[in-house]
Every structure is written in C-alpha cells, then in structure tokens.
C-alpha cells in the first residue's frame, strides 16, 4: 500500500487537532470525572470525545480502513489481518488526571501486525513524530520543518538510558520484572518511566533513550511507536526476540543495545 506524504501531512493535521482538545480539556478537567474500566485502569469522557473525534476524521481520511481503538466507540474491527486503523486516543490517562504533563494522541496504521503509518503527537511539548513503512521518521515542532530523526548511536547498555512501564493491574510477573529493574541499574546510566509507552517509543526513535521494554501493553499503546523506531534505524521485538508484539503485548525497542538488552530481559524472563 502506498502512502503519500499529503497522506501523512492529513495524519498530523488530525492528531494535532485531537491534542489541541486534550490541552483544553486538561486545563478544567476534574478528577470527579474519573471512571474504572477495571482496576487501575481508568478512563474519562476526555479519552472517549477525543476517540470519537479521531474515528470521524481517519474515517474520511482513508475509509476503507477498519478500527482497532482503546475505548470501543466504534466497535473494534473483528478481522485483525486487515487495514486497521489502531488509536490510543489519550496514552498516559493516569498523568491526564493528575495533572502531570506527559501524555500524548497516538495513531497507527497497520496491516495485520505490520504498522505501515503513525503519528505520536505530545501537545504538551508541541512534538509530533510521523512516519510511514520505508519513508523514514520525523519531528516537527510547532510551524518548523520537521526533521528526520534516528535513534541513539549509543552500542553499550552501559552507556544507555532505559525506559519502561510499570505494571498496574496485572502483577503474576512481578519478582522477574523487578529482576530486571534491578539488573538494568547496575547495568546503565539510568531507568525511566514516563507513564505514556507511546512517548517511551517516539523518544527512542529521536534518541533520547537506548532503549524501553515493557509487558502487558495492547496495540493501541505502541502500533504508532513501533513504525517510528523501526523507521528511525530501530530494533523492535517482543521478548522472545520474534515479531508477535503488536498484539500479544511484550515488546522492547531500542538502538544499538537491543540485542543487550533482550538478553538481559531474557534472563530472567524465559526462565
């Protein structure tokens, strides 16, 4: 399938507009608006009214596309083999309602488990990072001219800074994931943890990270992030080291250290 630039200029115009709406919302937004899809998993009408608007613009944007969304507005595409649109409408919820300035719109365009096309837009930091399947990946602030980025040069895990995810609701994996945690700061000059898988992935794209893994994520979180790694000179697998990630959940992206880095994770994970 071929995707023009026009085509990705369109993309951004959409997430940027849906960012616009979360900056709004953010400003008045009270915690008394909070819902619980299930234990610290938690929702607002601010995700669901962005999701709706985003279904209404890709939908005309390219129609014949079917949809993989987090809060079901659309009712979730059955077929998962096929031209999916997958959107996270707002990652990193918790912070929203916090009022912590780390979230971001997040879409992807996918083939089965292959992203094709995607834009992270942080409305916070005026950053959108877009790129399609063999075009490169890019970063445009504001009115500039975005500019292609690449991952980190870095080789060394010793050298690398990390980021991952926390678990919040399911925690069978704990004492291994903390294995790892513990190994990874022995082993780098630091770990991260944002609270939006999405940005962990567009700033390892830009180099601004080595590295980030993380478990029990859902499409939604990381269809967008994946295509821009991959596309910005990344690695990107799940913890087996294969390519089943985009819907089973695990997955670790990185530069140079990836191989590094899955091994360690490895270690304590397939034992």
Same mark, same amino acid.
């Given at each position: 399938?071929?995707?023009?630039?026009?085509?990705?200029?369109?993309?951004?115009?959409?997430?940027?507009?849906?960012?616009?709406?979360?900056?709004?919302?953010?400003?008045?937004?009270?915690?008394?608006?909070?819902?619980?899809?299930?234990?610290?998993?938690?929702?607002?009408?601010?995700?669901?009214?962005?999701?709706?608007?985003?279904?209404?613009?890709?939908?005309?944007? @390219?129609?014949?596309?079917?949809?993989?969304?987090?809060?079901?507005?659309?009712?979730?595409?059955?077929?998962?083999?096929?031209?999916?649109?997958?959107?996270?409408?707002?990652?990193?919820?918790?912070?929203?309602?916090?009022?912590?300035?780390?979230?971001?719109?997040?879409?992807?365009?996918?083939?089965?488990?292959?992203?094709?096309?995607?834009?992270?837009?942080?409305?916070?930091?005026?950053?959108?990072?877009?790129?399609?399947?063999?075009?490169?990946?890019?970063?445009?602030?504001?009115?500039?001219?975005?500019?292609?980025?690449?991952?980190?040069?870095?080789?060394?895990?010793?050298?690398?800074?990390?980021?991952?995810?926390?678990?919040?609701?399911?925690?069978?994996?704990?004492?291994?994931? @903390?294995?790892? @945690?513990?190994? @990874?700061?022995?082993?780098?000059?630091?770990?991260?943890?944002?609270?939006?898988?999405?940005?962990?992935?567009?700033?390892?794209?830009?180099?601004?990270?080595?590295?980030?893994?993380?478990?029990?994520?859902?499409?939604?979180?990381?269809?967008?992030?994946?295509?821009?790694?991959?596309?910005?000179?990344?690695?990107?697998?799940?913890?087996?080291?294969?390519?089943?990630?985009?819907?089973?959940?695990?997955?670790?992206?990185?530069?140079?250290?990836?191989?590094?880095?899955?091994?360690?994770?490895?270690?304590?994970?397939?034992?």
């Amino acid at each position: 399938m071929t995707l023009s630039n026009s085509f990705l200029t369109s993309l951004c115009s959409i997430a940027r507009d849906a960012g616009a709406f979360l900056l709004q919302e953010h400003q008045k937004f009270s915690l008394d608006a909070v819902e619980y899809k299930g234990t610290n998993d938690l929702v607002s009408y601010v995700d669901k009214e962005t999701e709706k608007q985003l279904v209404a613009a890709l939908s005309e944007l @390219l129609p014949e596309a079917g949809f993989v969304t987090e809060e079901g507005t659309t009712g979730n595409s059955s077929d998962r083999t096929a031209l999916n649109w997958i959107i996270d409408p707002l990652d990193g919820t918790t912070n929203f309602i916090h009022g912590l300035p780390v979230f971001c719109v997040s879409v992807g365009l996918a083939i089965g488990n292959r992203p094709i096309a995607g834009v992270i837009f942080d409305p916070n930091r005026d950053e959108c990072f877009f790129g399609r399947e063999g075009a490169g990946a890019f970063c445009g602030r504001g009115t500039a001219t975005p500019e292609r980025i690449r991952v980190s040069p870095t080789t060394k895990l010793s050298e690398s800074l990390i980021s991952t995810g926390f678990p919040y609701y399911t925690f069978d994996r704990m004492v291994d994931y @903390l294995s790892i @945690l513990e190994n @990874l700061m022995h082993k780098t000059h630091g770990l991260r943890r944002m609270g939006s898988a999405a940005i962990d992935l567009a700033y390892v794209a830009c180099g601004r990270f080595e590295g980030f893994y993380e478990y029990n994520l859902h499409a939604w979180d990381m269809a967008a992030g994946v295509l821009l790694v991959r596309e910005a000179g990344g690695i990107v697998t799940d913890f087996k080291g294969g390519n089943e990630f985009l819907y089973r959940g695990d997955v670790i992206a990185g530069c140079g250290v990836h191989t590094e880095l899955l091994a360690t994770i490895q270690r304590y994970w397939n034992k």
